[in-house]
């Protein structure tokens, strides 16, 4: 289950242990599962399974984002990313619509499709409806080979075919249009596309080359919105007016992004900031969330912004995203990654579709907060803040040092540099 408050007043000035500890009380987490939080690499064994050539393993941070409330409930989500400022501008977003109910999602079905390539057919029209005549049989072969999957409500429910013009003549593509429950769904699409796939031949006359799950998940579409008021888009102290011209600022700069590819491609990598963070927390295929998020974001349009931004009548600022997500809790590395295991039990989620809309909040929070930096004090101010520790570092200072010049260069007001950094690194070593 959720948690009962994402509100976690002072997390951040505790110290790692105790963060982990303040979580595992809150979600009720095993101490197998906070010591894959402590111990964050695999084993070797576990590792070679994984992938081939293993040879060592590699650490990123695991950050959480808090004050999110979804479709009512509380939930504190894991990210897994190198960049400064992502896990702290999607809390202080979802905090702000905290008023207002939270975020409020309503997905799709988890219909995922399956791509049967036809080529070589000497009447493409008849062959394509000699397919769709034998729709319910190839439907049947489908769920045959996956009782498993219809048995929990999921399996084929449609077949469609097109007619596509291509370099290398008319190709029919046959789509398999497959409830994949709680799955990710490539193996079991992956299994009924390859299994009829001979049968296809048959009936077109042709032959099939490819037969691949699609990333372009069109049926597949995670849909969240969150309302936020003046008050709260106010700098601070819930000044309706200041919020007002912030929530102004957000519109044109979102504005930008939906009538310009490229703002709009840096506008969307801000959203996978967090969407492919959360996947890699929880064992998922990021690269394929990656993928279809883009695709869906130019399908049938020219390249734009995932999420929508607008006011309504009460001048409000009300946010929405609609994105491909196939994701999945049965399958995949999270099955044999502890980590993965920790992170979703902390969500305290129990199905894909509670992943999805997790994910997809995660996304619309991050996109306003940087829509909001950009509209305000810029995104550097917030971002270099927040980097200053990473900076300091590089500048080759030793742990007990890094505090020290932390507060040199906050105090002196300047932008934050390298060289006011190697300035503040000196003054602390007297130089």
């Given at each position: 289950?959720?948690?009962?408050?994402?509100?976690?007043?002072?997390?951040?000035?505790?110290?790692?242990?105790?963060?982990?500890?303040?979580?595992?009380?809150?979600?009720?987490?095993?101490?197998?599962?906070?010591?894959?939080?402590?111990?964050?690499?695999?084993?070797?064994?576990?590792?070679?399974?994984?992938?081939?050539?293993?040879?060592?393993?590699?650490?990123?941070?695991?950050?959480?984002?808090?004050?999110?409330?979804?479709?009512?409930?509380?939930?504190?989500?894991?990210?897994?990313?190198?960049?400064?400022?992502?896990?702290?501008?999607?809390?202080?977003?979802?905090?702000?619509?905290?008023?207002?109910?939270?975020?409020?999602?309503?997905?799709?079905?988890?219909?995922?499709?399956?791509?049967?390539?036809?080529?070589?057919?000497?009447?493409?029209?008849?062959?394509k409806a000699a397919i769709l005549a034998a729709k319910d049989e190839l439907i049947q072969a489908c769920n045959d080979v996956d009782p498993i999957l219809v048995k929990f409500g999921g399996g084929c429910r449609d077949v469609e075919a097109r007619i596509i013009d291509t370099e290398s003549g008319p190709m029919i593509i046959v789509h398999i249009l497959v409830d994949c429950r709680d799955a990710m769904g490539a193996n079991a699409v992956n299994t009924m596309a390859e299994t009829i796939a001979p049968?296809?031949?048959?009936?077109?006359?042709?032959?099939?080359?490819?037969?691949?799950?699609?990333?372009?998940?069109?049926?597949?579409?995670?849909?969240?919105?969150?309302?936020?008021?003046?008050?709260?888009?106010?700098?601070?102290?819930?000044?309706?007016?200041?919020?007002?011209?912030?929530?102004?600022?957000?519109?044109?700069?979102?504005?930008?992004?939906?009538?310009?590819?490229?703002?709009?491609?840096?506008?969307?990598?801000?959203?996978?900031?967090?969407?492919?963070?959360?996947?890699?927390?929880?064992?998922?295929?990021?690269?394929?969330?990656?993928?279809?998020?883009?695709?869906?974001?130019?399908?049938?349009?020219?390249?734009?912004?995932?999420?929508?931004?607008?006011?309504?009548?009460?001048?409000?600022?009300?946010?929405?995203?609609?994105?491909?997500?196939?994701?999945?809790?049965?399958?995949?590395?999270?099955?044999?990654?502890?980590?993965?295991?920790?992170?979703?039990?902390?969500?305290?989620?129990?199905?894909?579709?509670?992943?999805?809309?997790?994910?997809?909040?995660?996304?619309?929070?991050?996109?306003?907060?940087?829509?909001?930096?950009?509209?305000?004090?810029?995104?550097?101010?917030?971002?270099?803040?927040?980097?200053?520790?990473?900076?300091?570092?590089?500048?080759?200072?030793?742990?007990?040092?890094?505090?020290?010049?932390?507060?040199?260069?906050?105090?002196?007001?300047?932008?934050?540099?390298?060289?006011?950094?190697?300035?503040?690194?000196?003054?602390?070593?007297?130089?």
């Open positions: 289950m959720p948690v009962e408050n994402s509100r976690l007043k002072g997390f951040y000035k505790l110290s790692v242990p105790e963060r982990r500890a303040k979580l595992a009380e809150l979600a009720g987490l095993t101490d197998e599962q906070v010591k894959a939080w402590a111990d964050a690499e695999l084993d070797e064994g576990t590792a070679d399974r994984m992938i081939e050539n293993v040879i060592g393993r590699y650490s990123l941070p695991i950050g959480v984002a808090t004050n999110f409330i979804i479709d009512g409930d509380h939930y504190l989500i894991p990210f897994v990313v190198e960049e400064a400022s992502v896990v702290a501008a999607a809390s202080n977003m979802a905090k702000r619509c905290q008023a207002t109910g939270g975020f409020v999602s309503n997905n799709t079905e988890p219909v995922m499709i399956g791509q049967i390539q036809v080529v070589g057919c000497d009447d493409p029209e008849a062959s049968r296809v031949e048959s009936l077109s006359n042709g032959t099939v080359i490819l037969r691949i799950i699609s990333n372009l998940a069109v049926h597949r579409l995670a849909r969240v919105s969150a309302t936020f008021t003046p008050g709260e888009m106010s700098d601070a102290g819930n000044d309706p007016v200041r919020g007002a011209e912030v929530i102004n600022g957000v519109l044109q700069a979102y504005h930008f992004a939906a009538a310009d590819p490229f703002r709009a491609t840096t506008h969307n990598k801000g959203i996978m900031n967090a969407i492919s963070p959360v996947a890699i927390a929880c064992g998922q295929d990021w690269r394929a969330v990656e993928s279809g998020a883009h695709s869906y974001a130019a399908h049938e349009r020219r390249y734009g912004s995932m999420t929508h931004w607008e006011k309504d009548a009460a001048g409000n600022l009300v946010g929405s995203i609609e994105i491909p997500m196939a994701v999945g809790l049965v399958g995949g590395a999270i099955r044999i990654h502890p980590g993965a295991q920790a992170n979703v039990a902390l969500l305290g989620i129990k199905s894909a579709d509670d992943l999805a809309k997790v994910m997809a909040a995660a996304g619309l929070a991050q996109n306003l907060g940087a829509l909001r930096a950009l509209a305000t004090v810029g995104i550097q101010a917030g971002h270099m803040k927040l980097h200053l520790r990473n900076m300091i570092a590089s500048a080759g200072a030793e742990q007990e040092e890094i505090e020290p010049v932390v507060s040199i260069v906050r105090e002196s007001g300047d932008r934050i540099t390298m060289a006011a950094v190697e300035a503040a690194l000196k003054q602390v070593r007297g130089e």
